[in-house]
């Protein structure tokens, strides 16, 4: 057994609005620079519909992830070593900008330098990609809220693997609206398809990054990942992916796209796993079986056998006490209701989703019944065999049942709580009836419907003693920041060492604090700077200063 | 010794080779960041699919027959038995075919990287001056071949230019040997040079980095804090 740490997230699916919050606060944070225009590290996308990349989800196609040989042993779905080395030059496997969208800006200088004219003067998209007029025909939200889903939503190729009278069902019945971020796999696709080495897994927590210096821009690890979270910079010729705001976790504060979710959806803790264990469970012959396997992987963080193997491996004690109260390991373990998305891609993700429940209420409600009754809602969950089947695809390779337990799960907290909030005395049947307790749906409760601060974030410290060893250590020339006297090196902009994030932070904030005009769009130093903003009262800049006889 | 033959075939080469090798060095040291292949492919693949490996695939047929021509002396190859005319004859069909690939290949890619709008604003002038020295160092290549060995005579530059490539390299200078040479090989040596001085400078870098470790090392990478406790004074980047 060798025991690793894995930071972990889940989101619960239920009380997602699809604000797109957390989309904003993480490129404004991490991809507000050119070349990552089109880069969402987190994006929300309205299911059914086709996702961002489109239809990224079809493997058939883009061919992400891992499969099983004949001799039932995992190897690389696009490829493996050779194939990759010869398909190189021209990777045949790899979206294309405009399977994202081309981004673009307005012409807005147009509307303050346009000739006195009769008509008003419009400003006309163009395009960051050519720099030429562009028509906007696709964006990474097209279909949001099931736009134009009568024409797009057929494509999604979750739904096509479901029969179409569930397809035609379905569209009418609910959409809900899943975030991604990287899933931080245990079994990294992505890595295992990187030339250089240049990506990893950082040992300590789990985090897949890239090393900048070491990309050398083969663009395999974008065709290896299945869930199409690590992208191309056209500029600067490198791989960026998702880096679980290591900067803000190393220090004990959740993510960007974490903190800033107004539903507060989003739980962070470390699970810890059996590294010796991932290939094998990745390897399971049924699909249906990898969620299992999956939770096969992880490990008790109260067994002393695990605790004392974990010492071994150089577990700080800390963290040990952070993955006992960790509410990853709750949500998937106790309560049961938290499920890995697309196990069947064999990547084995880290981030995972509580199913969302309120379309059932919500169609259960609408058809005059009551929505909330235990009896109802655990007979509808039965019968609505349409979302059922669309969330099996999702989370568990097409298998209904853990979806409907967790499902029913979540059904049996509304009823049993709705008693208790009605004054009704406590029916300790319902809870029994989805495999619970009272105590432990009063506990689940808390973590779901309360969801307090501390017990949504459980991150450990990166220890003091190792913090000159973690990235942000990087001892590059402070001068070295975007604009500053040290960058731009003579190969334009994408040469010399790049900025310690640290560091390019420190002169945002200088910037923007002896600044005395407001943000200028154009200057990307004047940006609010969220990275590190700990949830605490407004960052400087967000809203213009109050001016004197407002006041 | 005519002065300018020295200036040429012994002068320009230690002073190409010497930037090349330093020039790398220091790239390496100063620019890791910047040491990528700069792929394109992400604006265009159409014509890039077909373009980019036959360019790639060509010039490393071209690059393996300049190993075989330059590196390994002419006893050799006749010690194993193989006569003046056969090597030539292998020589001239598959140096042709895998030049007329390449320039093939290089001819779509910088008509691809002109007409489509995306590649060319991602174009530098860096890269048009390595693009205008890489083909005609092709092309002087390819017209050499075909001058003497597929319209002329027939020219045996493996007792001259190879000999004089080698007394480079075992630091015993022969400028002579290249000074008697036809014209076309002069000229493709010299453009050669030329190109040896610039590469440290240009995107042909990734080539230095080909990934053939990908083909022995494990899928998954991990750096640990004991991996990541060496020193280094540029720093890892993280994203």
Redesign the interface.
């Given at each position: 057994m060798r025991v690793m740490a894995q930071l972990a997230m889940v989101m619960n699916l239920d009380k997602c609005i699809g604000c797109h919050t957390c989309s904003v606060t993480c490129k404004q944070a991490?991809t507000n620079r050119s070349g990552t225009e089109y880069v969402w590290f987190n994006n929300v996308e309205t299911r059914p519909g086709q996702g961002y990349p489109r239809t990224y989800q079809d493997q058939d196609k883009w061919k992400g992830g891992w499969e099983l040989n004949r001799r039932g042993r995992l190897r690389l779905r696009a490829g493996g070593?050779?194939r990759?080395?010869l398909t190189?030059?021209?990777?045949?496997l790899?979206p294309?900008?405009q399977d994202y969208y081309e981004p673009w800006t307005y012409d807005y200088d147009r509307l303050f330098s346009a000739p006195q004219t009769e008509d008003t003067p419009v400003a006309r998209p163009r395009?960051l990609?050519?720099?030429?007029d562009t028509k906007i025909t696709w964006s990474a939200n097209w279909d949001d809220n099931l736009a134009g889903a009568p024409e797009l939503a057929p494509a999604d190729p979750v739904l096509r693997k479901v029969s179409d009278q569930v397809r035609l069902e379905f569209e009418r019945a609910f959409m809900f609206y899943l975030p991604r971020i990287c899933e931080h796999c245990l079994?990294?696709s992505c890595?295992?398809s990187?030339?250089?080495?240049a990506?990893?897994?950082?040992?300590?927590d789990g985090i897949v990054?890239?090393?900048?210096?070491?990309?050398?821009?083969?663009?395999m690890c974008v065709t290896g990942c299945p869930y199409k979270k690590v992208y191309?910079n056209?500029?600067?010729?490198?791989a960026?992916?998702c880096?679980f705001c290591?900067?803000r976790v190393e220090v004990g504060i959740p993510t960007v796209c974490s903190e800033t979710c107004v539903g507060r959806l989003r739980y962070i803790g470390l699970v810890l796993y059996d590294a010796d264990r991932v290939a094998e469970a990745a390897a399971v012959p049924d699909e249906r079986e990898l969620y299992e396997a999956q939770r096969g992987v992880l490990l008790d963080p109260h067994d002393p056998g695990v605790i004392a193997a974990a010492r071994a491996e150089g577990v700080p004690d800390d963290w040990l006490d952070a993955a006992r109260r960790s509410p990853i390991h709750k949500l998937i373990f106790e309560y049961g209701v938290a499920l890995p998305l697309h196990p069947e891609y064999r990547t084995m993700p880290m981030v995972w989703y509580i199913p969302p429940l309120s379309p059932v209420v919500d169609v259960l409600t609408g058809t005059g019944n009551d929505g909330e009754d235990a009896g109802n809602l655990f007979g509808a969950i039965d019968a609505l065999r349409i979302p059922v089947g669309y969330l099996a695809e999702l989370f568990t390779a097409g298998d209904p049942e853990p979806v409907r337990a967790a499902l029913r799960r979540l059904a049996a907290m509304r009823s049993y709580m709705r008693r208790l909030n009605l004054g009704q005395s406590p029916d300790e049947s319902i809870a029994t009836a989805a495999g619970l307790t009272g105590e432990r749906i009063e506990a689940m409760h808390r973590l779901l419907a309360l969801a307090p601060y501390g017990e949504r974030y459980v991150i450990p410290k990166a220890h003091a003693e190792?913090g000159a060893?973690?990235?942000?250590?990087?001892?590059?020339c402070s001068l070295d920041y975007e604009g500053g006297p040290g960058m731009g090196?003579?190969?334009?902009e994408?040469?010399?060492?790049?900025a310690?994030?640290a560091v390019e932070n420190f002169h945002a904030l200088k910037d923007r604090q002896e600044t005395g005009s407001l943000v200028d769009p154009a200057d990307r130093e004047g940006r609010v700077n969220l990275l590190n903003w700990d949830g605490k009262g407004l960052p400087d800049g967000l809203f213009p200063r109050k001016r004197k006889e407002d006041s | 010794m005519n002065p300018l033959d020295l200036l040429l075939w012994v002068v320009a080469p230690y002073v190409a080779l010497t930037i090349f090798v330093l020039g790398h060095v220091w790239r390496y040291r100063y620019d890791k960041f910047g040491w990528t292949t700069r792929s394109s492919q992400l604006y265009e693949s159409r014509l890039l699919r077909i373009g980019s490996p036959l360019f790639h695939f060509g010039i490393l047929v071209v690059i393996l027959g300049h190993v075989g021509g330059l590196v390994i002396p002419k006893a050799w190859t006749e010690a194993v038995g193989v006569s003046e005319d056969a090597y030539h004859g292998m020589a001239v069909v598959l140096g042709t075919i895998a030049g007329v690939c390449t320039l093939t290949g290089l001819a779509i890619l910088i008509y691809r990287r002109r007409t489509v709008g995306p590649v060319f604003s991602a174009t530098t002038r860096n890269d048009k001056l390595m693009y205008a020295v890489l083909t005609l160092v092709i092309v002087l290549g390819l017209a050499a071949t075909v001058a003497a060995n597929v319209i002329g005579g027939g020219y045996d530059y493996r007792t001259t230019v190879s000999p004089w490539f080698r007394s480079i390299f075992l630091l015993r200078p022969e400028p002579s040997l290249m000074a008697g040479a036809p014209p076309l090989f002069q000229l493709h040596a010299l453009s050669a040079l030329v190109l040896f001085a610039i590469w440290p400078f240009t995107r042909l870098v990734h080539m230095l980095t080909a990934p053939i470790g990908y083909l022995t090392r494990p899928y998954i990478v991990y750096r640990s804090r004991d991996a990541a406790a060496r020193p280094t004074s540029s720093g890892r980047g993280g994203f």
């Open positions: 991490w070593r050779l990759k080395l190189i030059f021209a990777n045949p790899m294309s900008i395009s990609i050519s720099g030429q079994n990294p890595v295992a990187c030339p250089s080495g990506m990893y897994k950082r040992a300590e990054l890239v090393d900048q210096e070491r990309c050398r821009g083969w663009r191309f056209h500029r600067t010729g490198k960026e992916k880096t290591y900067p190792q060893l973690l990235e942000e250590a990087a001892t590059g090196g003579p190969f334009g994408a040469s010399g060492t790049p310690p994030v | -």
